[in-house]
């Protein structure tokens, strides 16, 4: 056994050391104190947020960012103009991190190629924790703000709105619509419990994006997030627009493919006869609905289109986070159609939309029918009663 001198010089050696460490670790957090402090300083006296993760400027991807005069569409499907837009609208002041700006990069990209998580923080040089989180902020961030992208028009822009649908549908009598309203089922992986609520009448795993668009394919309003299997007619019913009755307002109408109820309240909801028509002027009407009503299915194709590789897969997200997911990509469409920047849609996404629709819901207690307006826009159409 050692001896008692061996023994007390040990014990001496073991305290000296955790006195040490203990003021080691005071030294380390009264340093972190300082520079947090330092930063705020920097804060007041210059009016601008300062970060402390530096960037890798050599990182192709940031080389392409800062080269203001290089084109971001092949890297980031959105034109430098539009993500300088997207920018200023998600602009943030922070005391830390990487800065609003990389953080909108990141996602965009991330969006643009659906990527891993892995695979982006290895292109940005950052790490893959760093990602995730800032993927769930800039997501939640878009969904916060909306309503700042998508919004329906005030009184003052429905004449504008309803003049660009009668020119799509190529007839004055469609001069009152205001909107086409349309589903798009959005693949996703689904959750191991409650599979089958999301297998829809296609065959596949999906979420549910409602939404209504002007007569440019800009959308005015979405609602996202019903499980696949639930009907398109059950889906609006429960969407905010239709229960507070927002819109459209009364003496306008919205266009709606044959998935739909044709109704007069609580919206005015006009789908097209059901096939095969009875006669020529059902027929006529049929037509000049369907070249209306076709905007909304460009508006989706167009939006697939640019999000294709996130959007023509199952989403690697979980189903509770898709929906903020899906709601960006619908943000940064109108986003693009503000600043120009219109993409076609492929074949392959308007095919999508092409696909047969289930059997409508019957009438609620709650609605009428609008097969009386129908009939009197289908004689219009036809020149057999004049306009009032």
């Known amino acids: 056994m050692p001896s008692a001198a061996v023994v007390i010089s040990v014990a001496w050696a073991i305290g000296i050391f955790l006195r040490l460490s203990a003021a080691s670790r005071r030294n380390e957090r009264k340093g972190r104190r300082l520079r947090r402090l330092g930063m705020l300083v920097d804060r007041f006296m210059t009016g601008h947020p300062t970060t402390y993760c ?71 040089n950052v790490p893959k924790s760093t990602v995730h989180r800032i993927i769930h902020k800039i997501a939640n961030d878009i969904w916060i703000n909306l309503k700042r992208v998508i919004s329906f028009p005030q009184i ?96 306008y109408i919205l266009l709606g493919d044959g998935g739909y109820p044709c109704l007069d309240t609580p919206v005015c909801l006009m789908t097209p006869y059901k096939e095969p028509v009875n006669g020529p002027i059902q027929g006529s009407f049929n037509y000049h609905h369907s070249k209306g009503r ?31 997911v899906i709601a960006s990509c619908a943000f940064l469409h109108n986003v693009c159609l503000d600043n120009g920047d219109v993409l076609e849609p492929d074949e392959d996404a308007a095919q999508d939309m092409l696909d047969p629709q289930p059997p409508r819901d019957p009438l609620a207690a709650n609605e009428r029918s609008g097969n009386a307006t129908r009939d009197h826009l289908a004689a219009l159409i036809s020149g057999n009663v004049q306009a009032p």
């Open 54 to 124: 530096k960037l890798n400027h050599n990182v192709p991807v940031l080389r392409l960012w800062f080269n203001v005069e290089a084109e971001l569409k092949q890297d980031f499907r959105l034109s430098r103009r539009a993500m300088n837009s997207l920018q200023r609208l998600l602009q943030s002041e922070q005391d830390h991190g990487w800065g609003s700006q990389l953080e909108v990069l990141i996602y965009v990209f991330w969006l643009a190629h659906g990527l891993s998580y892995r695979v982006v923080s290895r292109v940005f």
């Open 156 to 251: 003052g822009q429905l004449h504008a709105v309803g003049q660009g649908f009668a020119h799509l549908s190529g007839t004055p009598a469609f001069n009152n619509v205001v909107g086409a309203i349309d589903g798009s089922h959005i693949r996703i992986k689904p959750p191991a419990r409650y599979r089958i609520d999301y297998l829809n009448y296609k065959g596949f795993y999906s979420v549910n994006m409602q939404a209504i668009c002007d007569s440019s394919g800009r959308f005015l309003d979405i609602f996202v997030g019903y499980p696949g299997s639930v009907h398109d007619t059950r889906v609006m019913k429960n969407s905010s627009f239709y229960r507070a009755r927002r819109y459209p307002p009364t003496g």
């Open 294 to 324: 076709s905007i909304i299915e460009r508006a989706f194709g167009m939006m697939k289109t640019r999000w294709r590789c996130t959007l023509f897969k199952a989403l690697e997200v979980k189903p509770t986070f898709a929906p903020q």
